[in-house]
């Protein structure tokens, strides 16, 4: 009884509530996922509990679990073909990243680099675009009636010069949009390595370029290895880019699960795949924690030595021209998208036959509802994430919460497209039939993106001391209300770093938004997707830019936000 009630006071409901919705809408979806992997059909879990009729048709379902499916799946050369593309796709966009990242990440952090801050600014764009945009943009420039194609074809060649619609196109694509997310971390890895091991490297007479090969490169072979299986993850999890370019007959297999769930209402064969994908990318991040758990790559003792930067013209000025035509291709992807969005007509030609922005004003007055429901989910989504997030960091810091710190992480290996399909299988049915609702989309949301927030939150709960709210406490006011109105305001900081970055990434969700989203709440995602779909390329490409535009302020905006809270 006595534990009872200390479970029943303020701040342990609020945890006891925060622990029903995590196995509300993370763990059953997936625990469901699981059963009608073997059922082939949804389990109406909740229903179970309020109706016999109910209960007796779950059990006799369960009575009939199978492994047929599994069988059926791993027998299916089109399922093996989309697991072994997918992994495929995803290690050559690993090693062919990192061969990208590690001339520009040296050139930033080590040299005197030619127009080093305007590259460094360029590497950002892919960041902010979404990945179905720039997988449109490819289709604008390197499609049968794109720009590139009329040069090349001018110039004498044959056909295109690249098939967009390829495995080859999507790799490239994926290339030189996903490339930031090794570079950073390769860029901080490089600036943080002892220089005095490359000095004394150098004094003992050896030259630069074995210094480079011989020291300097081996100090950022971790952070490479982190990288790259981040950037593998994120190749193998990516949805907007295959569902624009991957053509009929290329089977991958966020797109294939997409096609049994939404196509053929093949639940068995959707539950599966998903198993899959969850599989590979649980395994992918199991694998970098357990190459780093227990070794030591220290390199650095106290302050790191400043060291000179490299001012040698044969190695500054080649990096400088590489790192353009690496920024180049994004830029011009989005320059591309921006002229369709004001063209009366483009066809096969270099340039539009004319301008206008007529486009823009008919998406201001027939699409104006698209952009206030990605605005409106997205605010909803940011009220829940932050809710959750500082409760959470609360009783991970001062409660050692495991459980709950290690629900937050989950969505980080679930991908996107396999949590849709999760909630949609579990929420398809009364009395739960949350499925085609805006409450459902926004709950998706907040939980993808719950792990961005709560990382920012816990370090500045670990920086607020526990003696300021056991003096509130001391004077009378509970753990609850001390919680909420000292420890709150003190959190704000990290609550603004990030809201901003989940708002922008919700913006910007596509699998969620394709899967989940009915037509009365279709976001900006959903609508553009639709109009590509429809042929529909002006208005799809005037949408794009809108939605490009809006993530672009609002990353503006958290940039000057960092920069005040630093100064």
């Not at 991040?285 to 106290?302: A, E, I, L, P, T």
């Not at 044969?314 to 998208?337: D, K, Q, R």
Request: proline share 5%; glycine share 6%.
């Amino acid at each position: 009884m006595k534990r009872l009630k200390k479970h029943l006071t303020g701040i342990g409901i609020i945890k006891l509530l925060l622990y029903a919705f995590f196995i509300l809408f993370l763990v059953i979806p997936l625990v469901a996922v699981f059963i009608v992997s073997f059922t082939n059909e949804p389990i109406n879990f909740f229903g179970s509990f309020i109706s016999m009729e109910t209960m007796q048709t779950t059990i006799d379902q369960l009575k009939h679990a199978t492994l047929d499916n599994f069988k059926s799946v791993f027998q299916n050369t089109r399922y093996l073909d989309a697991l072994l593309n997918s992994l495929y796709l995803s290690f050559v966009v690993s090693i062919v990243v990192l061969l990208i990242c590690v001339p520009i990440a040296y050139g930033i952090a080590r040299t005197k680099l030619p127009f080093k801050k305007t590259i460094s600014a360029l590497c950002t764009i892919p960041l902010i675009v979404p990945t179905f945009i720039s997988g449109y943009a490819f289709i604008i420039m390197f499609g049968r009636s794109g720009w590139v194609t009329y040069l090349y074809q001018a110039l004498g060649g044959e056909g295109l010069f690249i098939d967009p619609y390829s495995l080859t196109g999507i790799a490239i694509v994926q290339i030189f949009f996903f490339f930031p997310y090794a570079l950073w971390p390769m860029v901080a890895a490089f600036k943080v390595s002892d220089v005095s091991l490359e000095e004394a490297s150098r004094n003992m007479g050896a030259k630069g370029w074995l210094t480079f090969c011989t020291v300097t490169f081996p100090l950022v072979i971790p952070g490479m290895l982190s990288t790259a299986l981040v950037i593998f993850a994120v190749s193998f999890s990516d949805f907007g880019t295959p569902i624009v370019l991957a053509p009929t007959d290329l089977n991958l297999l966020v797109v294939q699960a997409y096609r049994e769930i939404a196509g053929f209402y093949n639940w068995g064969g959707a539950a599966i795949l998903t198993l899959i994908m969850i599989a590979v990318a649980g395994f992918v991040y199991w694998v970098q924690n357990f190459f780093f758990k227990g070794k030591n790559y220290d390199s650095v003792s106290g302050k790191p030595k400043q060291s000179k930067l490299n001012q040698n013209k044969l190695v500054t000025v080649p990096i400088a021209v590489f790192s353009g035509i690496v920024v180049l291709v994004p830029l011009l992807a989005m320059l591309t998208v921006f002229l369709q969005s004001i063209a009366t007509t483009w066809g096969k030609d270099p340039l539009p036959k004319g301008y206008t922005l007529a486009h823009y004003k008919m998406i201001f007055t027939s699409s104006l509802g698209n952009i206030q429901n990605s605005i409106v989910l997205a605010l909803g989504a940011l009220v829940l994430s932050i809710i959750i997030s500082v409760f959470v960091s609360y009783f991970v810091v001062r409660q050692q919460a495991v459980t709950l710190d290690f629900m937050t992480t989950v969505p980080l290996i679930v991908p996107g497209i396999a949590f849709g399909i999760a909630l949609i299988q579990t929420f398809n049915v009364a009395p739960l039939q949350l499925t085609g609702t805006a409450a459902i989309l926004i709950i998706a949301y907040s939980i993808r993106r719950l792990p961005y927030m709560v990382r920012s939150t816990v370090g500045t709960m670990k920086s607020i001391k526990a003696d300021i709210e056991e003096a509130a406490i001391s004077l009378g006011a509970s753990t609850l209300t001390a919680a909420i109105t000292i420890i709150g305001p003190l959190m704000i900081p990290g609550i603004a770093a990030g809201s901003l970055l989940v708002f922008i990434t919700v913006i910007k969700e596509t699998s969620i938004s394709i899967l989940m989203a009915p037509a009365e709440w279709a976001p900006m995602s959903l609508a553009i997707f639709q109009n590509i779909l429809r042929a529909e390329y002006y208005s799809a490409a005037a949408m794009s830019i809108i939605l490009v535009v809006l993530v672009l302020v609002l990353q503006a905006i958290a940039n000057l936000f960092t920069r005040k809270q630093s100064d």
